[in-house]
């Protein structure tokens, strides 16, 4: 590992945070790889980098999320960034909360992201600042009501962008990164996620590498602390009665 800069990306063996985990490691960065269910693809992609650890825990147990956040915080002499990229993203009705379903989402997309942010703000070491990048959604300004408590877990942790960043030492950066729709979820075929991702106003598919270079920019880069990054194509300057995986099969009310 010797002195190179590092990053934790949790959910990082997969999908964008995989991007982003790649893209850390180009850039000559020691990434750590946290999973949760993922840990034959972590090791995978661990393997394949110049330079990468896995780390494992499940984040619905805040305990155990923290104590990730400590122990590494201990051994890490140069932590410059934390990209908090897991997410849990189950379908459920606008008209009647699922409770199990608000309490995982809340959990694991807003609760556990923050109190590791505060803990990494507080314990970990950097002699060029810290910086946190908590992915959200561009449905925070393009919302529509699918995916209820995931959207409703996703302006929670937005909201604690603004505030974490105004009561931070001047040296760390707080920020929030916003995809639009950039791989299949849920139960698309490729088909219609080929459709779907193209419903935004330059009508091409956000890739998840634009994904990562807009996490290495916020990462490296000048941008004050506090501000949303949108990286979506321009979705969210639209208005979409439903998510787009149910607009794109004529689904919308």
Same mark, same amino acid.
């Given at each position: ?58 984040? *619905?147990?805040?305990?155990? =999320? /923290? &104590?990730? @956040? ?5 051994? %890490?002499?140069?932590? +410059?960034?934390? #990209? ?20 995982? *989402?809340?959990?694991?997309? =807003? /609760? &556990?992201? @923050? ?5 990494? %703000?507080?314990?970990? +070491?950097?002699? #060029? ?125």
């Amino acid at each position: 590992m010797g002195e190179a800069p590092t990053v934790l990306v949790t959910g990082g063996a997969r999908r964008i945070g995989a991007a982003i985990s790649r893209r850390f490691a180009e850039a000559g960065w020691h990434v750590v790889i946290h999973c949760n269910r993922s840990r034959a693809e972590a090791e995978a992609l661990a393997e394949a980098l110049p330079s990468a650890e896995v780390i494992r825990c499940d984040l *619905a147990e805040l305990d155990a =999320a /923290r &104590a990730m @956040i400590s122990e590494l915080a201990e051994r %890490l002499n140069d932590w +410059r960034a934390l #990209v908090n990229s897991a997410s849990v993203f189950a379908p459920d009705d606008v008209r009647a909360l699922d409770p199990g379903i608000l309490a995982g *989402a809340m959990q694991v997309n =807003a /609760r &556990a992201p @923050i109190a590791m942010a505060q803990d990494y %703000l507080r314990l970990a +070491r950097s002699s #060029v600042g810290r910086r946190v990048i908590q992915l959200t959604d561009q449905k925070l300004a393009n919302p529509n009501p699918d995916f209820f408590s995931y959207t409703l877990s996703k302006h929670a942790l937005a909201g604690s962008v603004p505030m974490m960043a105004m009561a931070g030492n001047p040296a760390d950066r707080v920020y929030a990164l916003a995809p639009g729709a950039i791989l299949a979820s849920h139960d698309q075929d490729p088909v219609e996620a080929e459709r779907s991702h193209r419903m935004n106003l330059l009508r091409r598919r956000t890739g998840a590498e634009e994904v990562a270079d807009a996490a290495w920019f916020l990462a490296t880069g000048p941008l004050e602390s506090g501000q949303t990054l949108y990286v979506d194509s321009g979705q969210h300057l639209l208005s979409q009665p439903r998510d787009v995986i149910f607009l794109a099969r004529g689904e919308a009310e």
